[in-house]
Protein backbone atom coordinates (compact mmCIF):
# COMPACT_ATOMS: atom_id res chain seq x y z
CA UNK A 1 0.00 0.00 0.00
CA UNK A 2 1.72 3.12 -0.95
CA UNK A 3 1.03 6.45 0.88
CA UNK A 4 0.31 8.40 -2.35
CA UNK A 5 -2.04 6.77 -4.80
CA UNK A 6 -2.08 6.82 -8.65
CA UNK A 7 -3.76 5.05 -10.94
CA UNK A 8 -2.38 1.29 -11.75
CA UNK A 9 -2.77 1.79 -14.93
CA UNK A 10 -4.07 4.54 -18.05
CA UNK A 11 -3.98 4.83 -21.85
CA UNK A 12 -4.63 6.66 -24.91
CA UNK A 13 -4.00 6.62 -28.56
CA UNK A 14 -1.12 8.63 -30.35
CA UNK A 15 -1.50 12.42 -30.51
CA UNK A 16 -4.07 12.38 -27.43
CA UNK A 17 -3.75 13.57 -24.02
CA UNK A 18 -3.60 11.85 -20.90
CA UNK A 19 -3.34 12.57 -17.57
CA UNK A 20 -2.42 10.76 -14.54
CA UNK A 21 -3.53 11.89 -10.84
CA UNK A 22 -1.40 11.32 -7.80
CA UNK A 23 -3.22 11.80 -4.04
CA UNK A 24 -2.03 12.48 -0.57
CA UNK A 25 -1.96 13.54 2.35
CA UNK A 26 -1.50 17.33 4.24
CA UNK A 27 1.70 15.47 5.55
CA UNK A 28 2.80 15.22 2.09
CA UNK A 29 1.43 16.61 -0.80
CA UNK A 30 -0.25 19.10 0.65
CA UNK A 31 2.63 20.47 2.42
CA UNK A 32 5.32 20.34 -0.20
CA UNK A 33 6.31 19.90 -3.77
CA UNK A 34 5.94 16.98 -6.13
CA UNK A 35 7.99 15.52 -8.65
CA UNK A 36 7.43 13.03 -11.30
CA UNK A 37 9.46 10.27 -13.06
CA UNK A 38 9.39 7.71 -15.88
CA UNK A 39 10.44 4.56 -16.63
CA UNK A 40 11.03 2.91 -19.56
CA UNK A 41 10.88 -0.56 -20.08
CA UNK A 42 14.57 -2.01 -18.72
CA UNK A 43 15.98 1.48 -17.95
CA UNK A 44 16.82 3.27 -14.98
CA UNK A 45 13.64 6.06 -13.99
CA UNK A 46 14.36 9.27 -14.58
CA UNK A 47 13.35 12.54 -13.29
CA UNK A 48 10.11 13.98 -15.52
CA UNK A 49 8.70 17.23 -13.64
CA UNK A 50 9.92 18.46 -9.91
CA UNK A 51 8.28 21.23 -7.78
CA UNK A 52 5.11 20.62 -8.91
CA UNK A 53 5.53 22.18 -12.62
CA UNK A 54 9.28 22.25 -13.29
CA UNK A 55 10.79 20.39 -16.43
CA UNK A 56 14.44 19.88 -16.08
CA UNK A 57 16.26 20.34 -19.53
CA UNK A 58 15.88 17.66 -22.05
CA UNK A 59 12.53 16.96 -21.10
CA UNK A 60 9.81 18.42 -23.95
CA UNK A 61 7.49 20.81 -22.80
CA UNK A 62 4.56 18.00 -23.66
CA UNK A 63 5.09 16.92 -20.37
CA UNK A 64 3.82 19.37 -17.47
CA UNK A 65 2.42 18.85 -13.82
CA UNK A 66 0.47 20.59 -11.35
CA UNK A 67 -1.01 20.63 -8.20
CA UNK A 68 -3.50 21.61 -6.60
CA UNK A 69 -4.62 20.82 -2.32
CA UNK A 70 -3.43 17.40 -1.51
CA UNK A 71 -3.49 16.00 -5.21
CA UNK A 72 -1.66 16.21 -8.35
CA UNK A 73 -1.30 15.20 -11.89
CA UNK A 74 1.01 14.51 -14.95
CA UNK A 75 -0.20 15.82 -18.22
CA UNK A 76 1.23 14.32 -21.44
CA UNK A 77 0.02 15.84 -24.63
CA UNK A 78 0.78 14.67 -28.48
CA UNK A 79 1.37 11.31 -26.79
CA UNK A 80 3.77 9.35 -28.76
CA UNK A 81 4.41 5.64 -28.91
CA UNK A 82 7.60 6.15 -26.73
CA UNK A 83 5.92 7.31 -23.96
CA UNK A 84 4.55 3.68 -22.99
CA UNK A 85 6.32 3.36 -19.63
CA UNK A 86 5.66 3.44 -15.41
CA UNK A 87 5.33 6.96 -14.72
CA UNK A 88 5.57 7.37 -10.31
CA UNK A 89 4.85 10.23 -8.46
CA UNK A 90 6.94 11.39 -5.06
CA UNK A 91 7.08 13.94 -2.33
CA UNK A 92 8.96 14.55 0.52
CA UNK A 93 6.39 13.26 4.03
CA UNK A 94 6.80 15.37 6.91
CA UNK A 95 5.18 12.53 9.64
CA UNK A 96 7.25 9.64 8.21
CA UNK A 97 10.52 12.01 7.70
CA UNK A 98 11.30 10.35 4.06
CA UNK A 99 10.96 10.40 0.17
CA UNK A 100 7.60 8.64 -0.82
CA UNK A 101 6.16 7.50 -3.93
CA UNK A 102 2.88 6.29 -5.71
CA UNK A 103 2.66 2.82 -6.53
CA UNK A 104 3.02 3.72 -10.23
CA UNK A 105 0.90 3.85 -13.34
CA UNK A 106 1.58 1.74 -16.60
CA UNK A 107 1.23 3.98 -19.37
CA UNK A 108 0.08 2.28 -22.59
CA UNK A 109 -0.22 3.74 -25.96
CA UNK A 110 -2.65 2.23 -28.22
CA UNK B 1 29.46 14.19 -17.51
CA UNK B 2 28.31 12.91 -14.04
CA UNK B 3 27.57 9.22 -13.80
CA UNK B 4 26.40 6.70 -10.67
CA UNK B 5 27.91 3.20 -10.80
CA UNK B 6 26.28 0.74 -8.61
CA UNK B 7 27.82 -2.52 -7.66
CA UNK B 8 28.08 -5.25 -5.42
CA UNK B 9 27.20 -9.49 -5.55
CA UNK B 10 24.40 -10.15 -7.99
CA UNK B 11 23.30 -13.00 -5.58
CA UNK B 12 22.75 -12.70 -1.52
CA UNK B 13 21.75 -15.66 0.69
CA UNK B 14 18.59 -15.17 2.98
CA UNK B 15 19.85 -14.09 6.25
CA UNK B 16 22.75 -12.55 5.36
CA UNK B 17 23.90 -8.81 4.71
CA UNK B 18 23.09 -7.47 1.56
CA UNK B 19 26.33 -4.98 0.35
CA UNK B 20 26.29 -2.46 -2.74
CA UNK B 21 28.77 1.05 -3.43
CA UNK B 22 27.87 3.54 -5.57
CA UNK B 23 31.16 5.56 -7.06
CA UNK B 24 30.09 8.65 -8.28
CA UNK B 25 32.07 10.46 -11.28
CA UNK B 26 31.61 13.60 -12.60
CA UNK B 27 30.50 15.45 -9.17
CA UNK B 28 31.76 15.18 -5.77
CA UNK B 29 29.75 13.44 -2.95
CA UNK B 30 30.85 16.49 -0.62
CA UNK B 31 28.37 18.90 -2.47
CA UNK B 32 26.51 20.96 -0.48
CA UNK B 33 23.53 21.19 -2.89
CA UNK B 34 22.74 17.33 -2.67
CA UNK B 35 22.04 14.56 -0.83
CA UNK B 36 22.86 10.77 -2.03
CA UNK B 37 20.50 8.22 -1.97
CA UNK B 38 19.44 4.73 -2.61
CA UNK B 39 16.22 3.58 -4.32
CA UNK B 40 14.70 -0.15 -5.00
CA UNK B 41 12.16 -1.32 -7.44
CA UNK B 42 11.22 -5.37 -6.07
CA UNK B 43 10.20 -7.55 -8.99
CA UNK B 44 6.13 -6.57 -10.68
CA UNK B 45 6.01 -3.67 -7.95
CA UNK B 46 6.63 0.32 -8.11
CA UNK B 47 9.83 2.31 -6.71
CA UNK B 48 10.74 2.32 -2.81
CA UNK B 49 12.84 4.68 -1.37
CA UNK B 50 15.20 3.14 0.92
CA UNK B 51 17.64 6.14 2.10
CA UNK B 52 19.57 9.47 1.52
CA UNK B 53 22.60 11.21 3.05
CA UNK B 54 24.55 14.14 2.93
CA UNK B 55 27.50 14.62 3.17
CA UNK B 56 28.43 15.12 6.36
CA UNK B 57 26.62 12.18 7.52
CA UNK B 58 23.30 13.38 8.17
CA UNK B 59 20.68 10.76 7.05
CA UNK B 60 17.21 9.52 6.28
CA UNK B 61 16.03 6.65 6.31
CA UNK B 62 12.49 4.61 5.16
CA UNK B 63 10.78 3.50 8.35
CA UNK B 64 9.93 0.98 7.25
CA UNK B 65 13.73 -0.38 6.66
CA UNK B 66 15.51 1.57 8.98
CA UNK B 67 15.92 -1.30 11.40
CA UNK B 68 17.79 -3.15 8.73
CA UNK B 69 19.85 -0.41 6.84
CA UNK B 70 22.75 1.59 7.28
CA UNK B 71 23.85 3.93 4.53
CA UNK B 72 26.96 5.26 4.23
CA UNK B 73 29.49 7.94 2.49
CA UNK B 74 33.21 7.67 1.60
CA UNK B 75 34.13 11.49 0.74
CA UNK B 76 37.91 9.71 -0.17
CA UNK B 77 36.63 7.62 -2.77
CA UNK B 78 33.33 9.51 -3.64
CA UNK B 79 31.01 6.76 -2.49
CA UNK B 80 27.97 5.95 -1.30
CA UNK B 81 27.74 2.53 0.34
CA UNK B 82 24.36 1.10 1.06
CA UNK B 83 23.76 -2.83 3.65
CA UNK B 84 20.86 -3.76 4.05
CA UNK B 85 21.13 -7.14 7.04
CA UNK B 86 18.86 -9.69 7.57
CA UNK B 87 17.84 -9.83 4.16
CA UNK B 88 14.74 -12.31 2.54
CA UNK B 89 13.55 -13.20 -0.82
CA UNK B 90 11.49 -9.61 -0.07
CA UNK B 91 14.62 -7.81 -0.93
CA UNK B 92 15.15 -8.97 -4.91
CA UNK B 93 15.20 -5.88 -6.56
CA UNK B 94 17.03 -3.80 -8.92
CA UNK B 95 18.98 -1.28 -6.52
CA UNK B 96 19.60 2.98 -7.78
CA UNK B 97 22.26 4.94 -6.63
CA UNK B 98 20.54 8.71 -6.98
CA UNK B 99 21.42 12.26 -6.80
CA UNK B 100 18.79 13.91 -4.48
CA UNK B 101 18.28 17.66 -4.70
CA UNK B 102 18.72 19.50 -1.40
CA UNK B 103 15.80 21.70 -1.55
CA UNK B 104 12.91 19.50 -2.50
CA UNK B 105 14.36 15.89 -1.84
CA UNK B 106 13.90 14.74 -5.33
CA UNK B 107 16.25 12.27 -7.42
CA UNK B 108 17.63 14.33 -10.28
CA UNK B 109 19.85 11.72 -11.33
CA UNK B 110 19.83 8.12 -11.51
CA UNK B 111 21.95 4.98 -11.50
CA UNK B 112 21.76 2.12 -13.94
CA UNK B 113 20.78 -0.10 -11.18
CA UNK B 114 21.84 -3.29 -9.88
CA UNK B 115 20.15 -7.02 -9.87
CA UNK B 116 20.33 -8.25 -6.52
CA UNK B 117 18.61 -11.41 -5.90
CA UNK B 118 18.24 -13.25 -2.39
CA UNK B 119 18.17 -16.88 -3.40
CA UNK B 120 19.88 -20.16 -1.25
Known amino acids: QSVLTQPPSASGTPGQRVTISCSGS????????VHWYRQLPGTAPKLLIY???QRPSGVPDRFSGSKSGTSASLAISGLQSEDEADYYC???????????FGGGTKLTVL | QLQLQESGPGLVKPSETLSLTCTVS??????????WGWVRRPPGKGLQWIAN???????YYNPSLKSRVTISVDTSKNQVSLKLRSVTAADTADYYCTRVKFWGQYMDVWGRGTTVAVSS
Open chain 2, 53 to 59: IYYSGAT
Open chain 1, 90 to 100: AAWDGSLNGVV
Open chain 1, 51 to 53: AND
Open chain 1, 26 to 33: SSNIGSTT
Open chain 2, 26 to 35: GDSISSTTHY
